[in-house]
């Protein structure tokens, strides 16, 4: 402790050494080469510092300045050190020279140690070679950002329709050239200002929020899908549009892309053929109702001629001569036919005029049907084979369809063959599939698509008896159950009648 | 045999039908009387006048000027018991229309439905069903 207190209260004696000239034996080349090469050290120990620290002061972003000014210290105190050397030659401070010394120790081991911590951080820094690499790579990506962006533009105005973009806030940021001509307004006019302005007033108030939940859940949609939509142009006219909306994300935050296209031609085309529509199924029901009045109202007078008709054959055939006899027979027979006929255009204009939709069991349908067609199955030794069937929803008519069906099969069967006839069904998605197979005559290619058809025949009266309305009241049953039905037959193989029936049935 | 019946009434507005009727009533031989009105109100008439003959069986056609058949059964059901006393009426239609059999299953009055024309074995059915003893 004396020696420490000693140390610094002489710290500048010399008394204890003699200069360095007198100690040992320096020649003068080997004094002033060691004087002189101290002091250059010195000197030049001295200037770089200066650099540094000009460096620091005037270029402000240079990393890790303390580290600048510790190299500055560090560098400074090594050159005090070299200085002291060279002065000991005359002036022996000894103690003073040991503080230097002290001094520049610790701040070279705050500058190592100081480069410790920031040596990890100096590594990740890049070097000029990388920042041009990364320079030149910026204005690659800048360019191909400019052509991007003209490429857009381009796509904007080739776009058929008017593109509005806007920002999160509502606010326009670009057009097209098919917006200024859709609304009226020009660029100018609209960029910068909000995007209710292309709205009519009504619609303008719950804009904003319809704005706000788009952007909650932002996603390529249309906009107010099945409500009808209207833009205004700047002198207030409305039209009514289509809109379908993009959000895009950007370094500015998320913008909205809206497509909007003029439908007024559309509307009206659509109106046209709604109409049309209209008036068509008001016809088809004029028709259909003209069908069944006309067969109701016909009937009377018609039986008027058959019942006197009857009575005049029973009354006085054989009492007049052949020719009457023969022309009565035709009046009869000819008559009877109409009646059949107009019977069954009855029948079939009245197949979905009760519109009451039921729930019925198919399997107490085809129950119903074999019991009331069992003479005629009796007769003809028919097996009728039935997997399980379903219970529907359908009109009352549907009995007629499996009736009309399964006496056809019956009715068209071969000759010295047992008709079998068996009755499937496939549940599929919004359908049942059913099938009813025979093993009767058949038909040919040809006539399958003429066989749907009212009164279309292909056979003779005499051959088999029938006015040809059967398969056409099957297909006006099966449409009325939003099914569609169809033939596959091979003549002499057999038939096999599909038809499908709707799950879901709409009046 | 079965007994004859008295009185069958007719309420048809058609003539050719009445008359047609009436001739395949006659041939069978059923009654001794065949009565012929050519409406409801006619019908209701002759029902409510004390001296005429009391009919066993009406036919009633359903398209009637004046009073329709469904006016006439529900006026029948105002009359005397005496004067509706062991009637039985069958309705006759043209066209067998569905919904007209359902409206006439209904009601408790009418004991049977048939499509014009009336046939030997619509009227044997009937009296096997009501006049057989």
């Not at chain 1, 052509?147 to 105005?157: A, N, P, V």
């Amino acid at each position: 402790m004396e020696q420490i207190i000693d140390f610094f209260s002489n710290l500048f004696g010399t008394e204890s050494w003699p200069p360095r000239w007198h100690c040992g034996m320096w020649t003068d080349f080997h004094g002033w080469l060691y004087i002189c090469s101290d002091l250059a050290v010195w000197a030049a120990y001295f200037v770089i510092p200066v650099f540094l620290i000009k460096l620091i002061k005037q270029r402000p972003g240079i990393p890790f300045p303390s580290a600048f000014w510790l190299f500055a210290a560090f560098i400074l105190f090594c050159g005090l050190t070299h200085l002291m050397d060279a002065i000991i030659f005359w002036w022996p401070a000894y103690r003073l020279s040991a503080l230097i010394r002290f001094c520049t120790a610790g701040i070279s081991w705050a500058t190592i140690i100081a480069l410790f911590k920031i040596f990890p951080q100096v590594l990740t820094l890049k070097t000029s070679l990388e920042f041009d690499a990364e320079i030149a790579e910026r204005k690659k990506v800048e360019e191909t950002l400019r052509t991007s962006e003209q490429k857009l533009m381009g796509l904007l105005e080739s776009a058929p329709d008017a593109v509005v973009i806007a920002d999160k806030h509502g606010k326009i940021i670009i057009i097209n050239n098919q917006t200024e001509k859709l609304f009226g307004w020009t660029k100018d006019e609209l960029i910068g200002k909000e995007v209710e302005l292309l709205i009519p007033q009504r619609f303008q108030k719950h804009h904003p929020e319809h704005r706000n939940n788009f952007l909650k859940d932002p996603k390529v949609r249309g906009m107010g899908v099945g409500l009808a939509l209207f833009g205004k142009k700047k002198n207030g006219e409305e039209f009514p549009v289509e809109i379908s909306l993009s959000p895009m994300q950007t370094s500015d935050g998320l913008i909205v892309s809206s497509a909007i296209r003029d439908i007024t031609d559309r509307k009206k085309i659509e109106k046209k053929l709604e109409d049309y529509t209209i008036e068509l199924e008001n016809k088809n029901k004029e028709i259909e109702q003209f069908a069944f009045l006309a067969s109701h109202d016909l009937q009377e007078p018609l039986r008027t001629i058959s019942n006197y008709a009857n009575l005049f054959e029973k009354q006085y055939k054989n009492k007049l001569d052949n020719n009457a006899d023969e022309y009565l027979s035709y009046i009869t027979d000819g008559t009877h036919r109409m009646q059949s006929l107009i019977n069954d255009l009855l029948e079939y204009s009245r197949i979905g005029r009760d519109n009451s939709i039921i729930e019925m069991n198919c399997n107490t349908i085809l129950e119903e049907v074999i019991k009331d067609l069992s003479s005629s199955i009796k007769n003809s030794d028919t097996d009728i084979k039935s997997e399980q069937l379903p219970i529907i929803n359908g009109y009352s008519d549907l009995k007629s369809l499996f009736q009309n069906l399964i006496s056809n099969a019956i009715k068209f069967r071969k000759k010295n063959t047992q008709p079998i006839i068996h009755i499937t069904v496939k549940s599929k998605d919004k359908e049942w599939l059913f099938a009813i197979k025979d093993n009767g005559i058949g038909i040919d290619n040809i006539y399958q698509d003429k066989l749907f058809k009212i009164f279309q025949r292909l056979h003779t009266k005499e051959e088999y008896p029938g006015t040809g309305i059967g398969l056409a009241q099957c297909k006006k049953i099966v449409e009325l159950h939003g099914g569609k039905i169809w033939i596959e037959s091979e003549p002499e193989k057999g038939s096999i009648f599909y038809f499908t029936i709707s799950k879901n049935i709409t009046l | 045999m079965k007994n004859k019946l008295n009185c069958i009434l007719l309420i048809d507005d058609n003539t050719a039908d009445n008359r047609y009727h009436q001739i395949i009533i006659e041939e069978m031989n059923i009654c001794n009387n065949i009565q012929i009105v050519q409406n409801g109100l006619e019908a209701l008439d002759y029902l409510k006048n004390e001296n005429h003959m009391s009919p066993e069986l009406i036919f009633l056609d359903i398209n009637m000027p004046k009073m329709n058949g469904w006016e006439f059964l529900k006026a029948y059901e105002n009359l005397d018991a005496k004067q509706k006393a062991k009637i039985t009426i069958v309705m006759l239609t043209t066209s067998g229309n569905p919904e007209d059999k359902k409206r006439a299953e209904a009601i408790s009055e009418i004991s049977g439905f048939i499509v014009k024309p009336l046939t030997e074995e619509d009227i044997n059915e009937i009296l096997e069903l009501h006049f057989s003893t």
